[in-house]
């Protein structure tokens, strides 16, 4: 069976048509649904940070104090932060309502300074009530003291 040239075109102009639909509207949402699953990867690893903080502040409820609990969990910021090896000390807080510690590191240069504070306070929900930052005799790194909450 022949196609008339009438139909020929007909079938020409749809076919062309369908497809400038598929490339047209159905890239873009294949471009969303990759930036999608970004998100959800990242969304992901937040989820479980958050899980894995219930777990320190649950493990903290049950019979620790708050400042032990405060100890390990200064300790897992500053490895995610790549700051373990500058941690002078982690002292408790003396005669405080609220139990808290006192930290100070050493040799922060500013990016790291900033992303243990974020860490800090954004993602940990930590309060930072006292906090003193020095720079260091060669002008790149500083130090830095803090009381927590």
Do not use: C
């Amino acid at each position: 069976m022949r196609f008339s040239e009438r139909n020929t075109r007909i079938f020409l102009f749809l076919s062309g048509f369908i497809l400038f639909f598929i490339i047209g509207f159905l890239s873009p949402q294949w471009e969303r649904v990759k930036s999608l699953r970004r998100v959800l990867a990242k969304e992901k690893n937040n989820l479980e940070e958050v899980k894995t903080l219930s777990r320190l502040i649950q493990k903290g409820a049950h019979g620790k104090s708050r400042a032990g609990s405060l100890f390990s969990l200064i300790e897992d910021i500053a490895k995610k932060s790549g700051l373990s090896g500058k941690i002078e000390s982690i002292k408790p807080l003396p005669g405080k309502e609220k139990e808290g510690v006192e930290v100070r590191v050493s040799s922060l240069r500013t990016r790291e300074l900033v992303k243990f504070l974020y860490f800090l306070e954004k993602t940990y929900r930590l309060t930072i009530s006292k906090a003193k930052i020095e720079k260091n005799k060669d002008g790149k790194t500083f130090n830095l003291q803090l009381s927590l909450h």
